[in-house]
């Protein structure tokens, strides 16, 4: 039996039953900030969760790029662990925005490098 390869979305309120049969099938544990309980300290579990995924997916917005803490806290943490090999982010630009002179445009989006179609975020991002 193979493990599991953790994943981290820093985003918030994503819906990850996209990547439920993956879940499932454990191929993958997926993590977000809304499973964070009651009571944990947010910074802290959002930091550990960054620094030890295997894959971070940056689900990219409008909204994801205006975000302070996802670009100024988040995205260098992940972004210097894929530089240093440790983790693999993979940006997935679901909505169009003006992404591409962002600190991870040299990162291979998907897919390709338009949005995804019929990729529904309506109220989540």
Known sequence: ??????LCIPIHHLDSTHLSLLQREGIISCWYDGLIGAGQQWRREIEAHLNSANIILLFVSADFLASDFCMETELPVALARSSRREALVIPVIVRECDWQTASFAHLQALPGDRMM???SCSGIL
């Open 1 to 6: 039996m193979r493990g599991l390869c953790p």
């Open 117 to 119: 179609p019929s990729f």
